[in-house]
């Protein structure tokens, strides 16, 4: 198993990382990054000084002055939930209506509270404040003081979403523009999307095979949006999809084929299934008792040979399931040493990697394919595999032999490009190696392997904050990172080597000035985001709810 110790010797304070050619690394000094023309493009977030509206939209629309305790008890139940719909009864005071019904709130409001309360014993987070479970279960690190909050690349088209701190979603249409010295990656024509129930975002996913529809999980739960970015194309459509109790939602995440989009909150125990493919999206409740909630949801690839594949959903508690979406039967592993914080799967869906809240490692479970009675069904290990060791560590940076610097820590995020051959690790803000990306070498056939490849380094001041891979280049890759000022740069990792080749042994380079012009790789692009903001018409929320059968859990239970 190896360690942060194999990797190239990471870029010393006043350097910035450029790009990766060939497992080589190539670094300059900031100042030169900022004087010159780097292959980095970079975009800057800047939020709006003007607040955004942050009244319910139950203060907007509904009349105050309404007596009606029905109206108001639904209104309560609908934005709020039981709780607040019984407390709108007990406290409800009008000439006609019986003391009865008042007392019997109580009566239910307090039974209600006592389980909540003995509930909330063994799962603390459950006396968390909405914006306090999104900071804690968010993806994004730094995510409350962060101006990007979340990052996405689309799956098969060169659309980037970024999610700003003032509820503002920017998605970018990037094109390649030529240069004097070959050709560079430039930001396009940009919108912005803009919902009233778009509040505190956590979340961004692109729909596969679709290159217009994005799904946004925020505090009020799901806005979907229909992004169209060529010239003259009418003003996107949101829907805003929400279910009581179902809120905030931290992770959302389509399936392979594009049909099925699930949401998670660590405050209910179910996560939410959407088909998007009916014209009143309708949602179904997938709960399994234990856990606590969902907080992380990851959807694999579709499984080689069975047309099907699998949901992975890590709860607030040690445990987490993994799905097989056909009949949504799942299995479980619990006993671990955390819950579970980052989790992706590999290209060919029998790896998933994954990270524990606490543990400065790596693990991944192998997945297999099995027929029994004419019918494919997936399974799991019974047990994960340390595969690396992310421990802090100090190692001499690249630019003198007795400048240390520490590297590594506990993760906060990760994403791996669909050719699984790189992974990139975001740490925690209390881990020595927080100001650096931690970039890896990676392949998943014969074996399973994890090489530390290399780090990135922001300018000075920044840390990052979210990662996301660019996966429709036709060789090679691009990482783009969302850093703490605001900035979100794009490096090139150009690599051409074969899938089942063994990643070679890491090289950090440091380029003086004169190689900015570097055939092939371009120039830096600085964008100044305007201020002016669209107004989206809201569309009816849709109320028509099925459910499919579910299949039961089978009795399996993972080892630690």
């Known amino acids: 198993m190896a360690s942060l110790s194999c990797a190239a010797?990471?870029?010393?304070?006043?350097?910035?990382?450029?790009?990766?050619?060939?497992?080589?690394w190539v670094t300059c000094p900031e100042e030169e990054a900022d004087a010159e023309q780097i292959s980095v493009s970079d975009i800057l977030v800047e939020l709006e000084e003007a607040p955004l509206f942050e009244h319910s939209a139950e203060a907007v629309f509904l009349p105050t002055a309404d007596n009606n305790i029905a109206?108001?008890?639904?209104?309560?139940?609908?934005?709020?939930?039981?709780?607040?719909?019984?407390?709108?009864?007990?406290?409800?005071?009008?000439?006609?209506?019986?003391?009865?019904?008042?007392?019997?709130?109580?009566?239910?409001?307090?039974t209600l509270r006592s389980v909540s309360a003995l509930h909330s014993s063994f799962y603390p987070h459950l006396l968390l404040s909405g914006e306090e479970l999104l900071e804690k279960f968010?993806?994004?690190?730094?995510?409350?003081?962060?101006?990007?909050?979340?990052?996405?690349?689309?799956?098969?088209?060169?659309?980037?979403?970024?999610?700003?701190?003032?509820?503002?979603?920017?998605?970018?249409?990037?094109?390649?523009?030529?240069?004097?010295?070959?050709?560079?990656f430039q930001s396009g024509r940009m919108q912005q999307l803009k919902h009233t129930e778009q509040k505190r975002i956590s979340s961004l996913a692109w729909r596969p095979y679709s290159g217009s529809t994005l799904a946004v999980g925020c505090?009020?739960?799901?806005?979907?949006?229909?992004?169209?970015?060529?010239?003259?194309?009418?003003?996107?459509?949101?829907?805003?999809?929400?279910?009581?109790?179902?809120?905030?939602?931290?992770?959302?995440?389509?399936?392979?084929?594009?049909?099925?989009?699930?949401?998670?909150?660590?405050?209910?125990?179910?996560?939410m299934v959407w088909d998007v493919s009916r014209v009143e999206c309708a949602a179904t409740p997938v709960c399994r008792h234990g856990g606590g909630g969902v907080s992380l949801l990851s959807w694999s690839p579709p499984v080689p040979g069975s047309g099907m594949s699998l949901l992975a959903t890590g709860t607030p508690s040690p445990m987490f399931r993994v799905w097989e979406t056909a009949s949504f039967k799942c299995e479980r592993w619990s006993n671990l040493s955390g819950r579970v914080v980052a989790a992706c799967w590999g290209p060919r869906s029998d790896i998933l990697l994954f990270a524990l809240e606490g543990d400065p490692s790596l693990y991944y479970l192998t997945f297999f394919t099995n027929t029994l009675d004419g019918v494919k069904h997936v399974g799991g290990a019974d047990a994960a595999v340390k595969c690396m060791d992310l421990s802090p560590i100090e190692v001499p940076s690249a630019r003198d032999c007795d400048e240390l610097i520490q590297v590594g820590g506990n993760v906060q995020s990760m994403v791996w490009d669909s050719t699984g051959e790189r992974l990139a690790v975001v740490f925690t803000a209390d881990s020595p190696g927080h100001s650096l990306v931690a970039v890896f070498n990676t392949q998943t056939h014969p074996v399973m392997e994890v090489v530390p490849s290399g780090f990135i380094r922001g300018r000075t001041g920044e840390v990052p904050t979210s990662v996301s891979f660019r996966n429709d280049l036709p060789s090679g890759g691009q990482l783009s990172v969302a850093w703490s000022s605001g900035r979100v740069a794009s490096l090139p990792l150009i690599y051409s080597s074969p899938r089942d080749n063994v990643p070679g042994a890491p090289v950090m380079t440091t380029l003086p000035s004169s190689s900015a012009g570097e055939p092939g790789l371009g120039g830096e692009a600085t964008f100044n985001l305007p201020n002016a903001l669209m107004s989206p018409s809201i569309p009816r929320l849709a109320a028509s709810l099925q459910s499919p059968r579910l299949g039961a859990m089978p009795p399996m239970v993972g080892g630690e």
């Open 71 to 110: 109206k108001k008890s639904f209104n309560a139940w609908y934005y709020s939930g039981t709780m607040a719909a019984l407390e709108t009864v007990a406290e409800h005071k009008v000439d006609g209506i019986s003391p009865w019904l008042s007392k019997c709130s109580l009566l239910l409001l307090g």
């Open 9 to 24: 010797p990471p870029p010393a304070p006043g350097e910035v990382t450029r790009y990766e050619s060939q497992c080589t």
């Open 219 to 271: 505090q009020t739960g799901v806005v979907l949006w229909q992004v169209r970015c060529h010239p003259g194309a009418p003003r996107p459509q949101p829907h805003h999809l929400s279910v009581s109790g179902h809120s905030p939602v931290t992770s959302v995440a389509w399936s392979s084929n594009g049909r099925l989009l699930a949401s998670a909150s660590p405050a209910d125990s179910s996560f």
């Open 138 to 184: 968010s993806s994004g690190a730094h995510w409350s003081v962060s101006p990007v909050r979340a990052l996405q690349w689309h799956p098969h088209a060169p659309r980037l979403a970024v999610a700003r701190k003032d509820n503002i979603v920017q998605v970018y249409q990037v094109e390649m523009s030529p240069t004097s010295s070959g050709s560079s």
